[in-house]
């Protein structure tokens, strides 16, 4: 399991009072409003940064951190991730996962078949797909929808899923 989660990736200062503007890579941008804490990763090094100040600009979050008071203090970390720690992550509700902690799980059919292993899982507006890439090398995509998914078992590593008609391929 990840002990910390991307949740942002620096596009560009905003302002000249240090602040920075963010693409979220978090499906819940609200989350950025509790957000106290951020872990900065440079490539170098990582820098625990305490977040002063968040607003919204259409699909961006503006963040100002307690450590930077002016552009050139900021101008450096373009592309650069923020992360917050497990205990700083949304809490999640039951039969709610991390996908960071999924990805890698082996995916087996009711019937007991293996599948192959869970290796990414795409949002799309509707429901979230799981794509299991199989054995043989090839892509099965799982709708992530409670008729489908049938066990997510995070212990033993491994997701019980019923096959639906069709989706085979």
Known sequence: MQDRFQVGIITSPHGVSGEVKVFPTTDDVKRFKKLKQVILDTGKEEIDLTVTQVKFSGQMVILKFR???????????????????????????????????????????????ALGELADVMQTGANDVYVVKTAEGGELLLPAIRDCVRQVNMETGEITVYLMPGLRG
Not at 81 to 93: K, M, Q
Not at 96 to 113: L, W
């Open 67 to 113: 450590e930077f008071t002016n552009i050139n203090e900021v101008e450096r970390f373009r592309k650069k991730s923020l992360y917050v720690t497990r205990e700083n992550a949304v809490g999640l509700e039951k039969d709610e996962y991390f996908i960071a902690d999924m990805i890698g799980m082996r995916v087996v059919s009711t019937d007991g078949e």
